[in-house]
């Protein structure tokens, strides 16, 4: 069950709060503020996070912030393709260019050559909190009495909704849909009453409840910091020639040759000032809980986070598999590419061979038209082919991920069965999703979830398999060898590490005036 509830146990003062500033506060006013309709999931799978990206060059290097926090994006691009940006720092001033899009659609090599400086900080967004668009693109960069700052962030608040309230009422002004305003504005209230960013920082994380790791640039100072559970991932890296960057990953230094130093402590928030680096702390200590599913899924496997390799994990989770349900199968496979890895784990430790069984298209994206009556079934078959010669004939062990609804699943089932296969037997590298995500992660609510109130047996029945097995939570929790935090599993047992809101939609803070 939940740990508990925010106020009021919903994101409803919010809009009756506008309504009562619109409406109530100027006689005779007939204008009214209207929820915009509610944004239904997207797709069957869990979609990536955001990824952010901090840089400090020394003087006279090779290359720029913005062409290196460039570079670190495109190796993050993987966990977020509707928006992205780049904030640099020249001589005080921040200047900041995002939009809608892909990173190679958003910038080309004039921008960046317009963009000098010797810091930067970049940010990949998928929309957990907001709608895609340019308003609610990262970072965000604003200007304040006591200077200028910019913020790239990853993760979700749930108290979102109370602190921009807060604001508002005080007579503050939105211009995105996101959580992630509420957080800068939070800090520039702080900052207001501090003496120095990396205090108005400390003091910010001690009101803003939820998952965050956050990049702050100032005019001299650039800052990372991570919630004190650590629920999502961020790390710090050195160059030989004195750059120190931090990045969601680290697969997002190794193109720039940086080093990973290691992991953000959770509740950590380290200062770069000058090329020197000192860390703080925000003074709150808590049971880690990082978000277990990075290993099993958002992160690329060359990656090493919190100090344990993604890829190994991913192997492990196939070990645990082939332990908890075994079967007597020709051939193992892996739906690309996230189930590859777990796959070759499984089929390592049970002896049963590895094969390609499904090749992916490269060129499909999320974008793409899918004309006629059987638009999803031509989309999943263009996306996913079967190699007949792999499993016509035989007794076949596939292994994904994740199930999420289950339709994407069992048209991949038809498509390896309508190629020959004898029989198919599902193996998920992790336990079943059962309840929502209130911490950055795209899962929705559970009435949309094929776990929900159903047992593994009726969800084998459904998506068509001969037999069906998921990751168990002990697994799960296991399988990153060397981590250095213990995890959130609350999407698996419903168990949240913090009071979370009964419901959180994307469109929330997306209103029209009516």
């Known amino acids: 069950m939940r740990s508990g509830g925010l106020e009021g146990g919903r994101n409803a003062p919010f809009l009756s709060t506008l309504k009562l500033c619109l409406r109530g506060s100027t006689k005779g006013m007939k204008y ?8 239904p999931f997207d797709g069957d799978a869990v979609h990536e996070e955001c990824g952010v990206f901090g840089i400090y060059v020394p003087e006279g290097a090779k290359d720029s912030p913005a062409h290196e926090a460039y570079t670190a994006l495109f190796a993050l691009q993987h966990r977020g ?55 609610n ?11 200028n700052l910019a913020v790239a962030h990853n993760g979700n608040l749930v108290n979102a909704s109370e602190l921009r309230r807060q604001f508002e009422m005080g007579g503050g002004i ?23 960013i990396e205090a108005a920082v400390v003091e910010a994380m001690k009101e803003i409840q939820g998952a965050y790791s956050i990049v702050v640039m100032s005019p001299r100072k650039l ?43 959770p509740g950590a928030v ?15 200590h808590e049971k880690t809980a990082a978000c277990v599913f990075e290993y099993i899924y958002f992160a690329r496997p060359d990656s090493v986070i919190d100090g344990a390799s993604v890829d190994e994990a991913r192997q492990e989770a196939g070990r645990y598999l082939c332990e908890e349900h075994p079967v007597e199968a020709d051939v193992v496979i ?30 499909i994206g999320r974008t793409f038209i899918q004309p006629g009556q059987d638009k999803r079934e031509r989309s999943v078959r263009l996306k996913l082919n079967a190699l007949r010669r792999a499993v016509e004939g035989k007794r076949v062990v596939m292994v994904d991920d994740s199930i999420v609804r289950g339709t994407t699943v069992a048209r991949l089932v038809k498509l390896i069965r309508d190629a020959g296969a004898k029989e198919v037997h599902m193996r998920i590298s992790a336990p079943p999703f059962r309840h929502p995500c209130f ?28 037999s069906l097995g998921f990751l168990s939570v002990e697994a799960a929790n296991k399988i990153a060898i060397g981590a250095k935090c213990t995890f959130c599993d609350a999407c698996f047992t419903g168990v949240y590490p913090m009071p979370v809101p009964e419901r959180v939609e994307k469109n929330m803070f997306e209103m029209e005036i009516r």
């Open 174 to 196: 939105f211009r995105s849909s996101s959580d992630t305003e509420a957080l800068v504005y939070t800090i520039v209230r702080k900052r207001l009453i501090t003496p120095s």
């Open 81 to 135: 393709q509707e928006a992205c940006g780049i904030a640099v720092c020249n001589r005080g001033v921040i200047r900041c260019h995002k939009d809608v899009g892909l990173v190679n659609d958003v910038f080309n090599q004039k921008t960046l050559d317009s963009l000098p400086g010797n810091m930067a900080i970049g940010h990949v967004r998928y929309s957990t909190t907001g709608q895609p668009s340019r308003e």
């Open 439 to 466: 911490f950055g992660t795209d899962i929705p609510d559970s009435d949309q979830l094929l776990a929900h109130g159903r047992t593994v047996e009726e969800m084998r029945e459904i998506i068509g398999v001969d």
């Open 270 to 284: 380290v200062v770069v000032n000058g090329g020197e680096v000192r860390s703080l702390h925000c003074g709150i």
């Open 334 to 363: 892996g739906v690309p590419d996230s189930g590859i890895p777990a796959a070759i784990g499984y089929a390592k430790y049970s002896g049963i061979p590895y094969g390609v069984g499904l090749i992916k298209n490269r060129y």
């Open 137 to 147: 693109a990262q970072p965000l960069a604003i200007t304040h009495v006591k200077g």
């Open 223 to 265: 800052i990372a910091a991570r919630d004190p559970r650590g629920m999502r991932p961020l790390c710090m890296g050195k160059r030989e020639d004195g750059a120190i960057m931090f990045a969601s990953e680290s697969c997002a230094l190794d193109p720039l040759g940086g080093a990973v130093v290691g992991g953000i402590e």
């Open 32 to 39: 009214k503020m209207k929820k915009l309709p509610r944004t």
